[in-house]
């Protein structure tokens, strides 16, 4: 008998993997359709057919619409990402980051973000990779900008990091979405004048309940309503 070698079958050629300027195509295309229709409308068809390009190829590289939507926000920079800045000074720190292309007051990054906010509240795998990938560093970002002025000695060293370094952010995301008004560099400054530096340069002596008693108008409003609380 003729002894043979055994002749494996070939192996099965990998599909390539989505990158470059395809990547890119595809990701502005959803990009652009996450402005058109929103989130909760774009589907990954639609995507497709926009890129030009087939359900099966997208799906090479993204398993979830959620997935693809975050990775098309984190490619730019209307992600409303914070980029590193380190002025020496906490009010030019914050216009640096705050205003200008890609910034708070940027009216495209304003679009990008009314494409996906409503999402954040039914849509709780979008919601969690949106927060992990796009929202926390900016967090991180924000804080160490406090941080560093916290360090510097140009702000309260006491202050609730984690509670205040968001705060520009959260007014100016409630002026434009809940309230309707328009947001431009000068709102963006005077939200840092008036608000924002007055609250972190309070005198560290202060206290709510040390304010309370040195201000009887304010304690006297406090005064009826806690004791009906304990009625």
Not at 85 to 109: F, K, Q, V
Not at 149 to 169: F, H, K, N, V, Y
Not at 195 to 218: F, G
Request: proline fraction near 6%; aromatic fraction near 4%.
């Amino acid at each position: 008998m003729r002894w043979e070698p055994d002749r494996q079958a070939p192996a099965p050629t990998s599909r390539p993997r989505v990158e470059g300027e395809r990547e890119a195509e595809i990701l502005d295309a959803a990009l652009v359709l996450l402005q058109r229709v929103g989130y909760d409308r774009l589907t990954m068809d639609a995507v497709a057919a926009e890129a030009n390009a087939s359900k099966a190829t997208l799906y090479r590289r993204w398993s979830t619409k959620s997935s693809l939507v975050v990775d098309a926000l984190l490619r730019t920079k209307q992600a409303l990402q914070v980029p590193e800045t380190d002025t020496g000074d906490l009010r030019s720190d914050l216009i640096a980051m705050s205003c200008g292309h890609g910034g708070l007051s940027d009216e495209r990054s304003a679009n990008v973000m009314a494409g996906v906010v409503t999402a954040l509240h039914h849509d709780p795998e979008f919601a969690a990779e949106f927060r992990s990938r796009v929202v926390q560093p900016k967090l991180d970002a924000s804080r160490a900008v406090f941080e560093r002025a916290r360090d510097r000695g140009e702000i309260t060293a006491d202050l609730d990091l984690d509670l205040i370094s968001p705060a520009l952010a959260g007014i100016i995301l409630h002026r434009s979405f809940v309230l309707g008004l328009p947001v431009d560099d000068k709102t963006v400054a005077q939200v840092v004048d008036e608000i924002v530096l007055p609250a972190v340069t309070r005198p560290a002596s202060y206290s709510p309940a040390s304010n309370a008693a040195s201000n009887p108008a304010s304690a006297s409003l406090s005064g009826p309503t806690q004791t009906r609380n304990n009625q």
